[in-house]
């Protein structure tokens, strides 16, 4: 855990401590202002815990602190989960990335591609290539979630039960059965757009392992790094460390989000890879730390030096960025100079991206505003975590960027 690392005066990793008070400051004033209820984020550098902070509360009403071992809902951070897990079967030589995916779950043959008319009556014709593990990993496959609300075919994705949440009892093969068929909304490869295919590549983990992915997440991950507090399920004897979950508002503040939370209602009928684990920060530092170490921590090897190296790479075809080759609605997801890892964004050019950072960072991000990334150039990690959906409410990723950043001085 986070509070296991030995921390040591941020100067003695070339960070400069009262700079790092300005993030503490930022994040403080970003609370008083009642934007999000609390936070905890913590720096390494060297493998060293350089920095952590915490203020305001997982419970508002019930004034508990936010703190390291504080249950969060990770949502699309579990993301990354899921590709390293996929690596791990890949290391083993359980399947290749041109594979299709079809091999593994049968319904993804044949698949169509929407061409013209509308979400009731959508023109389709063939697609011109398979789905292939490579594209889930880049979001190329041509899939898409039901919230984004900017294609047609994101509106068939809601007809079907699936927007925010997935339908109540539905199993991830039935749920990947239901997405192969509705069509693509470009042939596989040939843009990149926010997507389910997260969730299908846990479903092919599934059946290439036998395993249910929290299983196999347990077994292979979370198990090996220590991470004792991650999964798809709070134990009732961890239930009083679950952060409540809250809903931002239209002028800046934010509400109770019980109505759209489900994270206590019951065990979940599926696994969902692209989203629904729970951890704490101290647990995904973990995570964040093996992927710096190029795959190993504390002496367990979870991958590879150059799988991870692989991973951390641009893989949108020609080098482009998710500016040129996006097709998603959100702006926070095509930013230029930002291209796409096998699970994971990767900076190209932080002049083009127009943040403080390192060409070669890696990371992802969270519905609930939760964020990490790793910078190998600089040997440090970054984790913030807080429970505000949606994320776009709260646009300080580039801040926190900036804010790190500037406090290192050698």
Known sequence: ???????????????????????????????SAGRIPGWFASITR???????????????DAKLPFEADTLCRIYSM?????????????????FG????????????????VFVGGSDTEPVTEPATGPIRIWHLLTHTAGLTYGFQRVHPVDAMYRQAGFEFETPVGVTLPEACDIWAGLPLLFPPGTAWNYSVAMDVLGRIIEVVSGRRLGEFFTEQIFDPLGMTDSGFVVPDGKADRLARLYLATPTGGMTDGAAIDETQRGVPAAHY????LISTAADYQRFALMLLGRGCLDSVRILGPRTVDFMARNHLPGGADLQKFGRSG????????????????????????????????F?????????????????????????LVPAFALPIRGTLHQLVHQAIID
């Not at 579990?78 to 359980?94: F, N, R």
């Not at 997801?333 to 991206?353: A, E, H, N, S, Y």
């Not at 150039?377 to 984790?383: C, E, G, I, R, S």
């Open 1 to 31: 855990m986070v509070a296991q690392l030995a921390q040591v005066d941020p100067g003695g990793v070339g960070l400069d401590g009262a700079r790092l008070d300005r993030l503490d400051s930022f994040l403080q004033k970003t609370m």
């Open 46 to 60: 060297h493998g060293r815990l350089a920095h952590v902070s915490g203020g305001g509360f997982r419970d508002v």
């Open 78 to 94: 579990t993301k990354p989960i899921t590709a390293v897990a996929a690596m791990i079967l890949y290391e083993q030589g359980a």
């Open 97 to 112: 990335l041109s594979d299709p995916v079809h091999r593994f779950i049968p319904a993804f043959k044949d698949m169509r």
């Open 273 to 276: 890879g692209g989203g629904g």
């Open 330 to 361: 959100s702006p926070e997801l095509t930013l230029p100079g930002i291209g796409q890892g096998l699970g994971m964004t990767v900076v190209l050019d932080p002049v083009r991206v127009g943040v403080l950072t390192s060409p070669g960072e």
């Open 363 to 387: 990371g992802w991000g969270g519905a609930a505003s939760t964020t990490f990334w790793v910078d190998p150039a600089m040997d440090l990690t970054f984790l913030f975590m807080t429970q």
